[in-house]
């Protein structure tokens, strides 16, 4: 894994999928999450990928590059992530996002739409629709840490243990610094679909993201709407029944 300019995208791709790939994958993370939940993606996706994430405001560096500012909520993240894409990216471009990592995948595939720099596609998985998280008021500047740590339970988002450690310290920080992402988002009022098929994937056994917000995607394209469900709960990335399918349909529509 190595980050390309100031560390908001990272490359992923092992070394041996590095000669001539036919398109690139970017895989984006919820709330609370980053590239390492993609740990088990690559070798689905080499040879044929250049696997891209993200690494979001608010985690720790490790040494290796400068850790991303501070960004006006998830559009002026997905404006920042666009423009390194533009830069650095010439294949074409998928994108996949988790949770909240699906609607900065819109606001992401939205800019570069306006810089006729177009994704290929779209995948939203266990997401509300980008105007359900505008529409959220956490007001996560005033939370404390017990109630963080009282909304990661009911988010299912998997903490360190040992709550004066310093990696719990840091999934917290990380935690509060995506709810500020999500207060801070505004869609605007009116649809801004994309002119290429998005795909919903919904997890069956998902208790954080209602039924519902599926098809609430369906303004987000100009298309018909895909729908596919996934044999699992909310936080699937590590799983097969997810990654397997998930990957054969990145491939299907890349390569």
Do not use: K
Not at 32 to 50: C, E, I, K, V
Not at 55 to 83: E, F, I, N, V
Not at 143 to 160: F, G, K, V, Y
């Amino acid at each position: 894994m190595r980050a390309l300019g100031d560390g908001l995208l990272w490359d992923l791709t092992p070394e041996q999928g590095w000669d001539s790939p036919d398109a690139a994958v970017l895989l984006l993370p919820g709330v609370g999450g980053s590239a390492a939940d993609f740990a088990h993606w690559p070798r689905h996706l080499t040879p044929g990928f250049r696997i891209l994430s993200a690494r979001y405001p608010g985690r720790q560096t490790g040494g290796a590059a400068p850790s991303p500012g501070p960004a006006a909520g998830l559009a002026g993240l997905a404006t920042q992530l666009a423009d390194r894409l533009m830069h650095h990216v010439t294949e074409p471009l998928l994108i996949f996002g988790h949770s909240m990592g699906a609607a900065l995948g819109y606001e992401t595939a939205w800019h570069l739409a306006r810089h006729r720099q177009p994704a290929l596609t779209l995948h939203a998985c266990a997401a509300f629709s980008p105007p359900e998280y505008a529409d959220f008021d956490l007001n996560s500047r005033a939370m404390d840490d017990d109630t963080l740590i009282t909304l990661a339970t009911t988010l299912a988002i998997p903490l360190p243990r040992g709550e004066r450690t310093q990696r719990h310290r840091e999934a917290l920080r990380a935690l509060r610094s995506d709810l500020a992402l999500i207060d801070a988002y505004d869609y605007g009022s009116c649809p801004r679909p994309l002119e290429y098929p998005i795909t919903v994937w919904s997890a069956r056994d998902d208790t954080v993201i209602p039924a519902a917000s599926a098809q609430r995607w369906q303004p987000m394209t100009r298309h018909p709407l895909a729908r596919r469900a996934l044999p699992t709960t909310h936080h699937c990335l590590n799983t097969l029944q997810a990654i397997a399918p998930i990957t054969r349909a990145l491939r299907h529509e890349a390569l």
